[in-house]
C-alpha cells in the first residue's frame, strides 16, 4: 500500500492502493495515460434538507451506517463546496484518461426541498455520452412526498475516439444488479456491476479515485486487467488489500442481538437482502470464476462451507431466499472421502432399544479405553457398515424390497478372526434375533424432512504459502427427494448405517453417505 509523498508513475501506482487526498495523487498520474475510470463518490448524504441523515441526527435513518460518515470523510459538505470539488475531481479524471478514453462515474440523484437533485450541476460541461441506470432493490421509503428510489446512475463521461468492446454494446443502458450489502464498507459497489464496466473497455489498467472497500480492484484483476485504486482512508486502503488476499475479509460479522447499523443500500431498503434462485446461482458462478480462495476459517474442518457463506454473506444455515426451510447450501471439498451424516434414526422394533439392550451387550467387545478413561468392563459397539460387503466383524446391510425393509445381517463365517480372535470366539454361535431394521416407509418420512432442496457446491482445495485455499468449482442445484433413488444408494453401497454405543452412553445410529452421492438423491438435478 503506497502512501502519498513523492510518487513515482507507473511504479508506485500499478496495482497499488495509495492512500492520499485524491486530487492531490491523481496530479501525480500523467496526461492520458490511463484509458478507464470507474468510481463512485461519497454522495454529501448527510448534507440534506430532510429530517433523516441532516447533520447525522438521525430520525427514522439513526441506525445506518452513514450516520457517522465514511473513515476520514463525515459525508458532510456545503453543497456549493461539494459540487466544486467533485468538479475538480472530474476534471483531473478527464484530463488522465486519453481521447479513447472513458469514465464511469456513479452517483445518486435526490430529492432535496422537494425537487429533484439530479446531479447536473456536477457533470455540466463534461461530455456525458450516456446515462446508465442502475436497477438496485426497493424495500423501504420513509417520506410520503415521493415514490420509492431504486435505482442510481452511471453517467459513461467518454471521449470522442472511445468505443465499447465487440459485443458489449448488446446491453441495454438499464442495469439490474442487486446491492453488496454485507460489506464492512457503508457504500460498496457490486462486484458483477464493475466487472460489466471493465469488460466493455479494452483498458489494460482501471483506476478508482474513490476505491472504499476494493470492488473496482477486485473486478479488474479477475479481468486480468491491472489496477490503480485511491482513497483517503488508512482503514479503507487497508481493508481493500485484505480484500485481495481473502475476498470474504471485507464481509460483516454476524450480528449480535442488539440494534445493528443499517448499510447504506439498506436505508431505503429492506433489512434483510434476500436471494432469488437465479441471483444466487449468478453468485455462486461468480465466486466459481475468482479461483483460488483463501479459507475463511483456518483450522476448521467446516472451512469449505463456511468460507463460502461469507463469500455470500449469509449466516450459518440461514439461507435467504424465498422458501428457505425448504432449502439449503452445502459445500464439500472434491477430494474428501469423509462421510455425510444425513440425520439418526434407531432401528426397529424401537422398543427392545436395539442397540443398548442387544448389539451392544451381545455383541460389542472391550473398549479400548477400558480400564483408564472408563471402568474395566466397558464395552464398544462402533461399526460403519454398507451393503454389499461384510465389515471384518462380520455385519453388514440388507435391502428387502418385498418387506420394504433395511436390515443388518450378521454373519459369523465373515468375521476376521486373525484381527478378532477372542471376540470370534465370544459371538461363535450367536445369532441376532430378531433382526433389526428400518422400513421403508419411516425411511422416507425422516430422509423427506431431512434432504429438503439443496444448492451443492464442491470445492478443490490447496495450500498455498502454508494456507488452505479453495476452488469452488461444481455448482448443482438439487429439487425434489427421490424416495427409489434412496434406497438404491442404499442397496448400492453409498449409503452407510453408523453405530457409535458404548456401555455408559449410546450416541445414536446415523445414516451417513457417501458425498460424491449427494447428487443422486434427488430427481432432478441441474448443473451450472
Known amino acids: 500500500m503506497a502512501k502519498t509523498g513523492k510518487l513515482e508513475y507507473p511504479n508506485d501506482f500499478i496495482n497499488q492502493f495509495v492512500c492520499g487526498d485524491t486530487i492531490e495523487v491523481m496530479k501525480m498520474i500523467p496526461t492520458g ?36 460518515g465514511y473513515s476520514n470523510y463525515n459525508d458532510n459538505m456545503p453543497h456549493d463546496e461539494y459540487i466544486k ?5 472530474l476534471h483531473e479524471m478527464t484530463r488522465i484518461i486519453p481521447e479513447d478514453g472513458v469514465i464511469f462515474y456513479n452517483h445518486k440523484w435526490r430529492v432535496q426541498g422537494g425537487l429533484i437533485q439530479d446531479r447536473s450541476d456536477i457533470v455540466s460541461g463534461f461530455p ?34 472511445f468505443r465499447l468492446t465487440k459485443g458489449s454494446n448488446s446491453h441495454g443502458d438499464v442495469w439490474e444488479f442487486g446491492q453488496e450489502s454485507k460489506n464492512l464498507h457503508p457504500a460498496p459497489f457490486p462486484v ?48 481493500s488489500r485484505q480484500r485481495m ?43 466459481r470464476d475468482r479461483g483460488w480462495i483463501e479459507s475463511g476459517r483456518p483450522n476448521n474442518d467446516g472451512g469449505v462451507g463456511n468460507t463460502l457463506e461469507d463469500l455470500l454473506g449469509i449466516e450459518e444455515n440461514n439461507l435467504p431466499i424465498p422458501n428457505a426451510a425448504e432449502w439449503e447450501l452445502k459445500a464439500q471439498k472434491k477430494e474428501t472421502t469423509s462421510l455425510l451424516t444425513l440425520f439418526h434414526m434407531e432401528p426397529s422394533p424401537r422398543a427392545l432399544k436395539f442397540v443398548p439392550q442387544l448389539l451392544l451387550p451381545e455383541f460389542g467387545w472391550k473398549h479400548k479405553e477400558a480400564g483408564g478413561k472408563y471402568s474395566e468392563n466397558e464395552k464398544s459397539f462402533r461399526q460403519t457398515i454398507c451393503a454389499g460387503r461384510y465389515s471384518d466383524r462380520g455385519f453388514s446391510v440388507k435391502v428387502d424390497r ?47 424432512t431431512k434432504l429438503t ?65 449427494m447428487p443422486s438423491l434427488y430427481a432432478t438435478v441441474t448443473e451450472y
Open 33 to 68: 495515460s490511463i484509458k478507464c475510470i470507474v468510481t463512485s463518490p461519497p454522495y454529501n448524504l448527510k448534507n440534506s434538507t430532510g429530517n433523516g441523515m441532516k447533520d447525522g441526527r438521525g430520525g427514522k435513518w439513526s441506525n445506518a451506517a452513514l450516520i457517522e
Open 85 to 89: 470539488w467533485q468538479r475538480a475531481c
Open 128 to 161: 456525458v455520452r450516456q446515462i446508465i441506470i442502475w436497477r438496485r432493490k426497493g424495500g423501504f421509503n420513509f417520506n410520503p412526498g415521493y415514490f420509492l428510489p431504486t435505482y442510481e446512475v452511471i453517467y459513461m463521461i467518454a471521449k470522442k475516439k
Open 192 to 239: 458483477k456491476l464493475i466487472e460489466r464496466v471493465i469488460a466493455s473497455t479494452d483498458a489494460e489498467t482501471i483506476l478508482d479515485p474513490f476505491m472504499g472497500s476494493g470492488t473496482t480492484a477486485l473486478a479488474a484483476t479477475k479481468l486480468k486487467r491491472n489496477f490503480i485504486g485511491i482513497d483517503i482512508s488508512p482503514e479503507y486502503c487497508e481493508m
Open 245 to 287: 488476499k481473502n475476498p470474504a475479509s471485507v464481509l460483516r460479522p454476524k450480528p449480535k442481538k442488539a440494534v445493528s447499523q443499517t448499510k447504506l443500500f439498506e436505508i431505503e431498503e429492506s433489512n434483510v437482502d434476500t436471494f432469488t434462485k437465479a441471483g444466487l446461482i449468478d453468485q455462486l458462478k461468480e465466486i
Open 402 to 448: 418385498h418387506e420394504r425393509k433395511v436390515l443388518i445381517d450378521f454373519d459369523p463365517r465373515k468375521i476376521d478372526e486373525t484381527t478378532h480372535p477372542e471376540w470370534a470366539s465370544f459371538v461363535r454361535g450367536k445369532e441376532i434375533n430378531p433382526l433389526p431394521y428400518w422400513g421403508f416407509d419411516d425411511l422416507f418420512h425422516k430422509a423427506g
Open 453 to 517: 432442496n439443496c444448492f451443492f457446491v464442491r470445492a478443490a482445495s490447496k495450500r498455498m504459502s502454508g494456507k488452505t485455499h479453495f476452488h469452488y468449482q461444481d455448482i448443482m442445484m438439487l429439487q425434489t427427494f427421490d424416495q427409489h433413488h434412496f434406497i438404491d444408494a442404499i442397496e448400492s453401497g453409498d449409503i452407510y448405517i453408523d453405530f457409535d454405543a458404548r456401555t455408559g452412553h449410546n450416541h445414536g445410529t446415523k445414516f451417513r453417505l457417501r458425498s460424491s452421492a
